[in-house]
């Protein structure tokens, strides 16, 4: 056989016949993924719920609302965090293509196509995508809202640090220390100067004073890392039974758990009251009656209005505070002596382990492997709007665990010829077949004793 070689340039040709065109197969688990949605009838309700922003007859067709969601649906799948790296995406492969419903021969959204249709869909309508998610994991029986599990997580923000302002005055922090400096009777400041009499200065990081002039809804916040970036606080409700985000909610990154508890407490309500219109999802469903949270939401007027307004049992860790003083907050007293009771029973001790596992578990598949630890996006209402269906398409992926045994499309990877068959044709065979751990180390045993014999330096009888 004779070695081709590339050739510099290429002509383009004036015309192509269609039927010479590449044909996708598609990949299986989207095609999986659209099976679902269509049998639920997806796009008959994401329509009918967005009817209300288009106007028939005026203007040329936008981009119909199913393949908006399945494109933010693909950011979470894929691991994209940036609307620009979702268009790309979606014009590069065929099987996308396939997916949104698209041939070889039509344009894609492009990003801008994307940010005015974010910007015409209200937030209200974004959730009743993320409720009507949640009733197709009722209806599979993933989703019981029985007890749910709280936790907070930090996003970094689209705003750099450097470019916060003041409050009251609008300086910059180069012209306030500027400031500084020339009180204090330097009439040129240099960068050491400033860096000089700041180090020291207490609170100069005070969200009370700086602002960020690009994106007001940030706030100054020290991450999980160590390091202080503008930052938003997300913070999700988690099934106990099933692992489900019930709800996810996006508020300042400077308010404390004990005070963002109850809006994520209230949006669970209300999504477990919309997934309970449904009739059919309506018989997985049990009442709301516990909450299971870190020794950061601990607090007695925290767990008295979870208990009164929320009418909730709290599972709450409590932090060592020594002894406590409770006169005048007898029902304070009651709620913490209550809950610690609870917490310090073996149901109770199962909950916090559990809380743990599922809750940051969430955190990992949404915001590490999902792609959405840092925001490419500015505002709580923007953020909020990718945040509900990015989160949906991890709750969808509950669905696929329980029916193929994976929940993501590049698990297929790592699968044999036959297991890879089995995906395909939607079964689970061979997806229940786990390695004892004492059959697993030993061929692990007898893997190292191999390696080790073969090397020349270390041709060495291994004690057994």
Request: proline share 3%; charged share 30%; net charge positive.
């Amino acid at each position: 056989m004779s070695m081709g070689s590339r050739s510099g340039g290429q002509q383009d040709t004036l015309w192509i016949e269609t039927s010479s065109l590449p044909k996708s197969a598609g990949h299986p688990f989207f095609e999986k993924l659209n099976q679902l949605l269509q049998q639920h009838g997806f796009d008959a309700m994401a329509e009918s719920a967005c009817a209300k922003f288009y106007v028939d007859g005026v203007g040329r067709p936008s981009t119909p609302p199913g393949v908006y969601f399945r494109m933010l649906l693909i950011g979470f799948f894929e691991g994209i965090d940036s609307e620009r790296g979702i268009a790309w995406r979606t014009a590069d492969s065929m099987s996308l293509r396939s997916f949104l419903g698209y041939s070889f021969s039509e344009s894609t959204p492009d990003h801008s196509n994307l940010s005015r249709t974010r910007h015409r869909i209200d937030l209200e309508t974004h959730q009743a995508v993320f409720d009507w998610v949640l009733a197709l994991l009722a209806t599979e029986g993933l989703l019981k809202g029985k007890t749910l599990g709280i936790d907070a997580t930090t996003l970094e923000a689209n705003a750099a640090l450097r470019s916060i302002v003041r409050r009251d005055t609008g300086e910059s922090y180069d012209e306030f220390l500027d400031g500084l400096v020339k009180a204090s009777g330097i009439e040129t400041p240099t960068r050491e100067d400033r860096s000089k009499i700041d180090k020291k200065r207490k609170g100069k990081g005070s969200n009370k004073d700086w602002k960020s002039p690009s994106d007001p809804d940030s706030r100054i916040t020290k991450m999980k890392d160590g390091r202080t970036h503008l930052a938003h606080k997300a913070e999700h409700a988690v099934d106990m039974e099933t692992g489900a985000v019930v709800a996810v909610t996006l508020q300042g990154a400077d308010r404390g758990d004990t005070t963002t508890i109850h809006k994520t407490l209230t949006t669970a309500r209300e999504s477990l009251g919309n997934v309970a219109a449904d009739a059919k999802a309506r018989r997985s469903l049990k009442p709301l009656r516990e909450a299971v949270c870190d020794k950061g939401y601990h607090g007695g007027e925290c767990l008295v209005k979870a208990q009164e307004e929320h009418h909730l049992r709290t599972y709450v860790s409590e932090p060592k505070r020594g002894r406590r003083k409770w006169e005048g907050k007898r029902d304070q007293q009651a709620a913490v002596y209550g809950n610690r009771q609870r917490i310090g029973g073996k149901r109770g001790k199962a909950l916090m382990r559990k809380r743990g596992e599922l809750v940051e578990r969430s955190f990992a598949h949404v915001y590490e492997t999902g792609g959405m630890r840092r925001t490419h996006l500015r505002g709580h209402e923007n953020i909020l709007k990718r945040l509900l269906i990015h989160t949906a398409g991890f709750n969808l992926s509950l669905v696929f665990r329980k029916q193929l045994g994976f929940g993501k499309p590049r698990a297929l990877q790592s699968l044999g010829k036959s297991r890879k068959t089995a995906y395909e044709s939607g079964t689970k065979a061979g997806y229940n077949r786990t390695v004892p751990a004492s059959r697993l180390r030993h061929k692990l045993r007898r893997l190292w004793r191999a390696t080790c014999n073969a090397l020349p330096y270390y041709n060495v009888p291994l004690a057994a």
